[in-house]
Structure formats: C-alpha cells, structure tokens
C-alpha cells in the first residue's frame, strides 16, 4: 500500500531493541492494562497513553505496531459488552472524517522520519493535558450542541492522530461531548468508532511493514494482559469515580510527552 522508510537507528543500542527483555515487559505488561482499563471503561481517551509510554522505550514505529493489535483485541470485547447501546448518528458523522483523516495520516507515516513521529506523539500527549486542564480551570467550555460539519472535522484529526498514535480519543471527546450523551452511550459509542477506525487503519499498517514477527510474537504473551484489562474497565466503569484514574494518567502523559519532544529536538 505505502512503502515505509526503513527506521534508521541514531544509536546501536536503538537499533537492537529486544522485546523480550526485561526492561520491555516491565513497561509494556502495565502499560496494555491501562489502555485496556481506559478502553473497556473511560471512552478510551487516555488508552493512547500506552503508546506514548512504550515510544520512550520502543523505535516509535514498533510501539504503535505492537499494540494495535492489542487495542483490536480490547475493541471486540468492548462491543460485546456494549452492543447496540452506541449512538449510531454521531458514530457515522465520526467515522465519515476518520476515513481520510487516516489516509492523510498513513501518508504523513510514509513520508516522516522517526524523530517526527517522535515529536508527534510526544506533542499530542502534552497537548491533550493542557487541554484537560484548561477545561478544568472554566477556560474551555464544550457545553454547546455541535454540529454535523464539527464532527467530521473532529473525525479527520481523530483518523490522523490514531494512525500516528493511537490517540484518536481526545478529537473524538470534542465533538462527543457536546451531543448529550449518557455516560455508557459515550462508552459504547467510542468502542464502536474506534472498532472501525483501527480496524480501518490495520491494513495500512500490515502494506506499511508496521507489523512485524517480533511485535505480533509478543502480542499473544500480552493477550491475557489486554483482556484482563479491558474487564476491569467493563466493571470500574459502572463503580468508581473516573478522577483517580485520570489524574495518574496525565502525570504519565506529560512526563512522556516531554521526553518524547526532547529526544525529538535534541
């Protein structure tokens, strides 16, 4: 579909990354139980954090190939839990912008060099906080009833940050949340748009190279990580507070997102 520059390693320690070791399973083991609780209980907006945590430690081309299967994994279960409970009218006006919204992302892909990717995801991570905390502070109101042309443009950033990170969520959260949605109806209706975007998006990732033996080889030792977190997502959402969660969370995402600019720019 698109050829994918070979990565081209800054050091020799980069370039011999092992999935294997240690260091690599020590991050990805908690980091795919937190996408999974944030996908099976929290609107998946924060699940993207994942793959910011692992582009600290991974090329940034094996952190997003290693985990949307994952996240694959993490949606079917989603759907099953929340069948037919999704709002199908905003779920189509999503989707009609994530369709190019993804191609304009798996274009951006084929023609970046890995330190941009870097900057991207360390950039979407920084800003996503800010915005959070902008709303928090009364400076960012989405009270109002958003429009049909706002969510196809909330879908075409929403197709482009997924395919370069994961992090189609906080675009999708603009539009969503002005549509007066009940709180399982945001749920399922994420589950559902997120389904089909990576779904959508996994072929280009397959004709990218972005998949590789090593990465779906550790997928199937992380399986059992992904459905347990996405389970305990499924039972927190209907028990706690989402405040705890969230707060720990954009900790990780600044701290992550920063590291990621500096390797990027420096």
Not at 80 to 91: C, E, G, K, L, N
Request: proline letters at 4%.
């Amino acid at each position: 579909m698109f050829a994918l520059k070979p990565w081209q390693p800054r050091s020799l320690q980069e370039a011999r990354v092992d999935l294997f070791s240690a260091a690599v399973l020590a991050a990805t083991i908690p980091a795919v139980i937190f996408a999974g609780i944030s996908k099976g209980g929290f609107g998946s907006g924060v699940a993207f954090a994942s793959s910011s945590i692992l582009a600290v430690l991974l090329p940034p081309a094996v952190a997003v190939g290693l985990m949307l299967p994952l996240l694959m994994l993490m949606d079917v279960q989603g759907l099953v839990a929340y069948w037919r409970q999704w709002d199908w009218t905003v779920s189509k006006v999503l989707l009609l912008g994530a369709v190019p919204g993804t191609i304009l992302g798996a274009l951006f892909w084929a023609s970046a060099d890995p330190d941009m990717i870097r900057l991207i995801i360390g950039a979407v991570a920084l800003i996503f906080v800010a915005w959070q905390a902008a709303q928090q502070l009364g400076l960012i109101r989405l009270g109002a009833r958003f429009g049909a042309k706002t969510g196809v443009a909330s879908g075409v950033v929403l197709g482009f940050t997924s395919f370069v990170s994961h992090a189609g969520g906080p675009a999708a959260a603009v539009y969503m949340l002005g549509q007066e949605l009940s709180k399982t109806a945001y749920q399922a209706t994420t589950v559902l748009v997120f389904w089909a975007v990576n779904l959508f998006k996994s072929g280009f990732y397959l004709g990218m190279g972005i998949f590789t033996r090593e990465t779906l080889l550790l997928d199937l030792v992380l399986i059992p990580f992904a459905l347990a977190g996405t389970w305990a997502g499924i039972k927190l959402h209907h028990m706690v507070s989402e405040r705890v969660f969230y707060g720990i969370t954009y900790v990780a995402l600044t701290l992550t997102g920063a590291k990621l600019v500096w390797d990027a720019l420096t």
